[in-house]
């Protein structure tokens, strides 16, 4: 007989949120950190016994954006062996972003980027640092927090040149001779990233 | 959603994004300057064992490993 009351009681707070249609996710406020609807409900039918915790209540909430537009970004680069930066403050980055080149200043609109192999630059006051990128994403969130990963990440002079033209050259040359189209694509990646590479030495 | 959106090329010729990652970041550590190169290769070295099941017992083992046997 309880069991019938319990599904009851958890399906009704979802219902009601599903109604409401959902906002914009920049205008979404700090998330609530207990489920109050659920708490009161239960409290009605089993005053006795304290209300479970809600998956939510384990949550931490989602921070939240702040009114007016931070000064600093707050950028984290990891990659899957390294930190490169920590919740490091900074002006401005500059993503590579399959579309191009991306501008992120604090108070950029959340966006989910995936970033093709290029240079990543972090404005900080009048410090420029560089990195190669291979491939990756990059998150960046309302609240002016940046999340960018990547699989490799090197500072610009760790970069060999004469190993870079010798690539550039045998892929150009392997991008004529390809078959397949495994082929053609791998050869293709191969121009690319070392054009990007290229590039980088002589941007 | 649209089936015919543009796709990268290398999707269209059969390859999924780990694939193109991994190939990026390969080529990207051939061309360090010599200490990083040889860090960066030591990032590449896999070590797996794969092995198909049948009647409920492992069949022969698929070993593909970098590092040298001890």
């Known amino acids: 007989m309880f069991r019938h009351l319990t599904t009851r009681i958890l399906s009704r707070p979802t219902t009601v949120t599903a109604a409401r249609a959902r906002p914009f996710s920049t205008d979404v406020a700090a998330a609530p950190a207990a489920d109050e609807a659920f708490a009161e409900a239960w409290k009605k039918v089993i005053p006795n016994i304290d209300p479970p915790k809600t998956p939510l209540h384990f949550m931490t909430p989602r921070p939240s954006t702040p009114s007016s537009i931070p000064t600093k970004l707050t950028v984290n680069f990891v990659l899957p062996y390294a930190s490169e930066l920590s919740a490091k403050e900074v002006d401005m980055v500059i993503i590579p972003a399959t579309t191009g080149q991306m501008g992120v200043l604090p108070g950029h609109v959340a966006t989910i980027a995936e970033l093709k192999p290029g240079v990543m630059s972090v404005h900080e006051g009048n410090d420029v640092t560089k990195y190669f990128v291979s491939s990756g994403f990059a998150f960046i969130h309302a609240n002016s927090y940046a999340d960018v990963i990547a699989v490799e990440a090197v500072p610009i002079d760790q970069i060999d040149p004469s190993q870079v033209q010798k690539g550039l050259a045998d892929f150009t040359q392997k991008l004529s001779s390809a078959s397949t189209d495994l082929e053609k694509a791998e050869a293709q990646i191969g121009v690319d990233v070392h054009s990007a590479l290229n590039s980088a030495l002589t941007g | ?70």
């Open chain 2, 1 to 70: 959603m649209a089936s015919n959106a543009a796709v990268p090329f290398w999707r269209a010729a059969g390859m999924t994004y780990i694939t193109y990652s991994n190939i990026c970041a390969n080529l990207v550590r051939n061309c360090l300057k010599e200490p990083h190169k040889s860090e960066a290769l030591t990032r590449e070295k896999v070590h797996f064992s794969v092995s198909k099941w049948a009647d409920g017992k492992p069949q022969k083992p698929t070993i593909r490993s970098d590092t040298p046997e001890e």
